[in-house]
T-cell receptor, first 116, second 111 residues
Framework: NAGVMQNPRHLVRRRGQEARLRCSPVKGHSHVYWYRQLPEEGLKFMVYLQKENIIDESGMPKERFSAEFPKEGPSILRIQQVVRGDSAAYFC??????????????FGPGTRLTVL | TQLLEQSPQFLSIQEGENLTVYCNSSSVFSSLQWYRQEPGEGPVLLVTVVTGGEVKKLKRLTFQFGDARKDSSLHITAAQPGDTGLYLCAGGHDAGNMLTFGGGTRLMVKP
């Protein structure tokens, strides 16, 4: 998976709790993307971030979900007050700095969130 | 909303057979990427095609981008059990933007 790291790999939460998913991009990559994959479905875009900036959050639910990519440290996808429908695999991808001609994204192994 | 439709959704074949997976859209993409995903893992990038009509080969896999950059195909020759997995196509827009994924083709190759 080209060096993208995600943790935890599996996360179990009860309804109403908070879930924090972490992503460390490939070294040298400054673009981070979060996608969600529901069982037996393809990946759906959620949010695109660069360091300290949210560039596109058009795929993110308006409530309970937030994302950040601080100057130092991993990108965080945060889900507050989780509900059963949030159960899914969440994937982080990274790509190179602006100017790279093709939008090649390299994916991490994902975090499988189960909400009880 | 730009959509990518993959067909077939499921494919079960015997080892040694050939197969083709299709990825179609009414929208134009600046690039088209194919990924393979195994259970419990993230998608692994197989190839990126960017020029209309482009053909790329990766061992027994042949990828083609349509002339109008709206569709793509993946052809596997002499499939092997190790080819089993979920194949995803994804359309890229401008550099630095999100990918639009197809629904995937789940391939099973029986020995």
């Amino acid at each position: 998976n080209a060096g993208v790291m995600q943790n935890p790999r599996h996360l179990v939460r009860r309804r109403g709790q908070e879930a924090r998913l972490r992503c460390s991009p490939v070294k040298g990559h400054s673009h981070v993307y979060w996608y969600r994959q529901l069982p037996e479905e393809g990946l759906k875009f959620m949010v695109y971030l660069q360091k300290e900036n949210i560039i596109d959050e058009s795929g993110m639910p308006k409530e309970r979900f937030s994302a950040e990519f601080p100057k130092e440290g991993p990108s965080i996808l945060r889900i507050q007050q989780v509900v059963r429908g949030d159960s899914a695999a969440y994937f982080c991808a990274s790509s190179r700095a602006p100017g790279f001609p093709y939008n090649e994204q390299f994916f991490g192994p994902g975090t499988r969130l189960t909400v009880l | 909303t730009q959509l990518l439709e993959q067909s077939p959704q499921f494919l079960s074949i015997q080892e040694g057979e050939n197969l083709t997976v299709y990825c179609n859209s009414s929208s134009v993409f600046s690039s088209l990427q194919w990924y393979r995903q195994e259970p419990g893992e993230g998608p692994v990038l197989l190839v990126t095609v960017v020029t209309g009509g482009e053909v790329k080969k990766l061992k027994r896999l042949t990828f083609q981008f349509g002339d109008a950059r709206k569709d793509s195909s993946l052809h596997i020759t002499a499939a092997q059990p190790g080819d089993t997995g979920l194949y995803l196509c994804a359309g890229g827009h401008d550099a630095g933007n999100m990918l639009t994924f197809g629904g995937g083709t789940r391939l099973m190759v029986k020995p």
